[in-house]
């Protein structure tokens, strides 16, 4: 097997990148030993400084996921079958949350179609404006339907017809 060309300085870095974390982990271990001492209570201290040290550092460096959003789309959010989102605007928090009440019984009934392996594209009004909706199923390559995903966005200011959402099927 022939190793890529890219893939070398990536290697390189992951390989480097461990060695100093590794390095850190041993200092840190070393110091708050020579600190407390080599008894059992040092060492569940220096473990447990490292663990908030580690943890800390996650939060600080590691960030949010960066928000996807295709051309012509003010949103897409991946979804699994709890309707979930995994990726997109506050993963982790239900679909439905990212929408006003009015259209949340239609686009979770539409979801649900699209786990069960359905395209679905539909729009609607709301406050004044046409919102366009694509939501499709996202399947592995053995055809399972592992997730769905929910592309919205908002067309031309329109009148609005009817205080509950109009909804048309295309």
Do not use: N
């Not at 390189?12 to 008894?39: D, E, H, P, Y």
């Not at 473990?47 to 949103?75: E, H």
């Amino acid at each position: 097997m022939h190793e890529i060309a890219y893939d070398r300085p990536l290697k390189m870095k992951r390989a480097f990148s461990s060695i100093l974390f590794a390095a850190g982990i041993v200092s840190i271990l070393a110091g708050l030993t020579a600190a407390f001492g080599l008894t059992v209570g040092g060492l569940v201290t220096s473990i447990a400084v490292i663990a908030v040290l580690l943890y800390a550092g996650g939060l600080w460096l590691g960030g949010a996921s960066a928000s996807i959003v295709a051309a012509g789309a003010d949103v897409v959010i991946v979804f699994d079958r709890s309707l979930k989102i995994t990726a997109g605007p506050a993963p982790g928090s239900s679909v439905m949350t990212q929408f006003p009440d009015a259209l949340r019984p239609e686009i979770e009934m539409r979801c649900r179609v699209a786990l069960r392996g359905e395209h679905t594209h539909f729009e609607c009004e709301h406050a004044g404006a046409r919102l366009a909706f694509d939501i499709a199923p996202v399947q592995s390559i053995q055809g399972v339907v592992l997730y769905g995903v929910l592309i919205s966005g908002s067309g031309i200011a329109a009148p609005a017809a009817a205080p509950a959402p109009l909804t048309t099927v295309a």
